[in-house]
Structures are given as C-alpha cells and as structure tokens.
C-alpha cells in the first residue's frame, strides 16, 4: 500500500463523529495516519489523553502560530468560514511534517469508510487532485448555488501540481 496520509479538522461536539471516522480507517486501512486538527480545547484534551495509535492532534493555536498570514484572516470570516479557509493550510501543514507521503487527503470530520479506500486511489493513477463532484439529483437541483464539489473528501498527490494546487 503507497504511503497516504489523512487529516480532518473537528471541535468536541464532533468528537464522536471524528472517533468514527478514525476507527473505521483503521478498520478498512489500517495504520493509516490520520491528523485532527482540534477546533477546541476540550477536543484536544480528549484526544491527547485517547492517544490513540495513529492519531495526531493538534491545538488549533500552534497550528494557527505555525501560519500567522492564515490567522490573520480569522478577523474578517464567520467561524465557519475561517474553518473552510484552514483546510488547504491544514494539508500543507500535514505534509509538511509528513514529507514522504505520496497523498495527503482531507476528510470531513463526519465521514465513515465501509471499504478499504485503495479503490478510489487505484481511479487516481497519474491524477494530482481528487474532488468529487455533488452529483445533485434532479430534485435537489437547487443545492447547486453551493458549489458543484463537495469537498468532503479532497486529496492532492505529494508532487509539485498537487502542492500547486493545495496553494491555490
């Protein structure tokens, strides 16, 4: 299995749903590494004293202090906002600090794996990005005005286009 790396971001009232996350990757990838970037204090706590193998917390302020440009524009964003801004400065921080990983893929705190993801890398052989498009039923045409991607899972090879485009 190629080195892959996986990362999320969540408070405590997602914590159950960020456990589950993690224990069904370890469950259909196991080993795999995945970063949580802890949006509170009492997420942190809880996790740092889990120190659960394969789990890497982090305080939203050292994440924040290793980006200062980034926390500067949590003054002009809602909260959630400020989260959507953090997730491609979250992947590079993982890379950064993961520097032998062939992907780094962020995962929605709420996300649950029912199969091995090597399916979906096997589709992303020569690609450097991987987003999923909503795919609207007819029904729910109207959701569109949301944005055509949903970035609920979003990856990016380690190579210099996945990092360009991590950057952009």
């Not at 990757?25 to 120190?51: D, I, K």
């Not at 939203?60 to 964003?77: H, Q, W």
């Not at 949301?146 to 210099?160: E, F, L």
């Amino acid at each position: 299995m190629a080195d892959r790396v996986y990362c999320t971001y969540f408070d405590h009232s997602y914590l159950s749903r960020g456990l589950a996350l993690y224990h069904s990757l370890q469950r259909q990838a196991p080993g795999s590494r995945l970063w949580v970037l802890c949006l509170s204090e009492a997420c942190y706590r809880v996790l740092a004293a889990l120190a659960l193998p394969n789990m890497f917390p982090v305080k939203l302020s050292d994440f924040e202090a290793s980006d200062p440009e980034l926390a500067a524009t949590r003054a002009n964003r809602s909260t959630i906002e400020y989260y959507f801004t953090c997730s491609p400065a979250w992947m590079l921080f993982v890379l950064a600090r993961e520097s032998s990983a062939e992907w780094v893929t962020y995962l929605d705190g709420d996300l649950f794996f029912f199969a091995s993801p090597e399916s979906i890398y096997a589709q992303l052989q020569g690609a450097a990005v991987a987003i999923t498009p909503h795919r609207y039923m007819p029904r729910l045409a109207r959701l569109r005005k949301y944005g055509t991607y949903n970035v609920g899972w979003v990856g990016a090879r380690n190579d210099p286009q996945g990092i360009a485009v991590i950057k952009w």
